[in-house]
């Protein structure tokens, strides 16, 4: 008899079902052994009863151990007391394999489970976090795919810096120094004069110290980009990209439920999202009490302050020219300002996409590359950029992308107090391990 997924079970009341999973509670009484058994599709109540199974079974079912794994089969039945109403009566249990003591009990410190990473995933919430995960990724990408993008690959080792060039890691690569990728966005540059609408999704790196909630070392970056795209064309798309993803993830209620989301909230994510200028976003943190002057960034407190009223996205555009990086143009219509937006997520998550045009024109960008040395007091390495700015020679168009963190997006979707929790094994500053 082949083994078949709990989920599938319970719809064969009456029946005899074989089932392969974990042990995740174990309770005796006398000569009855109640288990719950977990598989990927959930979990169910199996009695092991002593005059009812042969004593290898009885032996093996006495010895098992929380998180042992455990084969077994037995008869369906529905069972009002039973935990998710069901209770499989067993006929034969065997172990697997044993479980030693578990590690992780019921009330255990934040590094003990960062600690057991390996072992915690199999607990209820991640289980329920990485299906999610797993779900918006895809979602993402049936949404690109269906709009005529290809899914292109760059190197995560590089010579360039992408963003600021600082907070790079850097690697030896055979006796010469190279970067781990903190961007993609110059090789996805390179492929829209080919493939015209690209993105790529591959891990971004960031040496920042940063110990907040929504910074990690290594995260998972989606970098679209778009020939013929201006900015506001590309802040639709995100609109309408952002809405997909939210609202069919809202479809999937019992796992929302499971996770203490409002599915219907997910449900409302829908285009039209508000738009403010920086300037308007400004004035906003004024008038709530910051005092802020032109050319100021926002931190975490100033993104939570503007969004922690809101109910969807927004977006924050035209920022001033000596915040942003060299590759964004400068705006015609308001010269203290470039032509990019950043998409702040309600409730307070804040920043979870950052986008602009991009500078096509060869002089344009040499220019603007010469300004930002000027003023941040850097020296571009010029022969390291020389290959994506000589994009701009050979038939050149314009165009314009955007880069969005993953776990950022499913920290918000989620509504999870800390982004290491939206990526199986986090990354940062004072974790590399397991
Ligand atoms: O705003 P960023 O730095 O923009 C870029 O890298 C552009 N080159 C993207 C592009 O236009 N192709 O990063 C983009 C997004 C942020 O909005 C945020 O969602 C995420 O990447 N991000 C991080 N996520 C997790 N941990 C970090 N340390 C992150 N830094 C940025
Ligand atoms: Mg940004």
């Given at each position: 008899m082949a083994?078949?997924?709990?989920?599938?079970?319970?719809?064969?009341?009456?029946?005899?079902?074989?089932?392969?999973?974990?042990?995740?509670?174990k309770r005796e009484s006398g000569s009855i052994i109640f288990l719950v058994l977990r598989d990927v599709t959930g979990t169910v109540q199996v009695a092991i009863k002593k005059d009812m199974v042969d004593e290898k079974s009885w032996k093996s079912a006495r010895e098992t151990t929380i998180e042992s794994s455990v084969k077994l089969n037995g008869v369906m039945k529905e069972d009002k007391r039973a935990?998710?109403?069901?209770?499989?009566?067993?006929?034969?249990?065997?172990?697997?394999?044993i479980s030693e003591p578990f590690p992780i009990t019921e009330y255990q410190s934040t590094e003990l489970l960062l600690d057991k990473r390996h072992l915690w995933l199999r607990s209820q919430k991640m289980?329920?976090?990485?299906k999610a995960r797993s779900h918006v990724f895809r979602y993402a990408r049936e949404f690109l795919d269906s709009k005529g993008f290809f899914e292109v690959t760059p190197p995560i080792i590089t010579k360039a810096g992408?963003?600021?060039?600082?907070?790079?890691?850097?690697?030896?690569?055979?006796?010469?120094?190279a970067y781990l990728t903190e961007s993609s966005q110059l090789y996805a540059e390179t492929m829209v004069f080919s493939l015209e609408k690209v993105y790529s999704l591959v891990p971004s790196f960031r040496a920042e110290q940063s110990r907040t909630t929504k910074h990690l070392a290594e995260y998972w970056h989606l970098e679209p980009e778009m020939a013929h795209y201006d900015n506001k064309k590309s802040m639709d798309l995100q609109e309408r990209?952002?809405?997909?993803?939210?609202?069919?993830?809202s479809k999937d209620t019992a796992?929302?439920?499971?996770?203490?989301?409002?599915?219907?909230s997910l449900a409302d994510i829908k285009p039209p999202f508000k738009k403010v200028s920086y300037e308007e976003a400004l004035q906003a943190l004024s008038d709530k009490g910051f005092n802020?002057?032109?050319?100021?960034?926002?931190?975490?407190?100033?993104?939570?302050?503007?969004?922690?009223?809101?109910?969807?996205?927004?977006?924050?555009?035209?920022?001033?020219?000596?915040?942003?990086?060299?590759?964004?143009?400068?705006n015609p219509r308001d010269e203290r300002t470039v032509l990019c937006s950043d998409l702040q997520a309600p409730h307070g998550h804040g920043e979870i996409i950052g986008g602009?045009?991009?500078?096509?024109?060869?002089?344009?960008?040499?220019?603007?590359?010469?300004?930002v040395e000027k003023a941040k007091g850097v020296k571009f390495n010029m022969a390291n950029y020389q290959w994506w700015i000589e994009l701009r020679k050979y038939g050149s168009v314009p165009h314009a992308g955007f880069g969005m963190g993953m776990e950022r997006v499913i920290k918000w979707l989620l509504n999870l107090d800390h982004i290491r929790d939206a990526i199986p094994f986090p990354r940062m500053s004072n974790r590399l391990e397991p």
């Open positions: 083994s078949i997924h709990i989920a599938k079970a319970t719809g064969k009341v009456g029946k005899r079902v074989q089932l392969s999973g974990w042990v995740h509670r935990p998710t109403g069901y209770e499989v009566e067993a006929k034969d249990f065997a172990n697997v394999n289980i329920n976090i990485m992408g963003e600021t060039g600082a907070d790079m890691f850097e690697t030896d690569f055979f006796g010469s120094k990209f952002i809405s997909h993803i939210a609202q069919k993830l796992l929302l439920s499971a996770l203490g989301v409002d599915s219907s802020m002057k032109w050319g100021d960034d926002l931190g975490v407190e100033h993104e939570r302050a503007l969004t922690e009223s809101e109910e969807k996205p927004m977006f924050i555009y035209n920022w001033p020219r000596e915040i942003k990086p060299f590759y964004m143009p400068i602009s045009e991009r500078i096509w024109k060869y002089d344009d960008l040499m220019e603007r590359m010469a300004e």
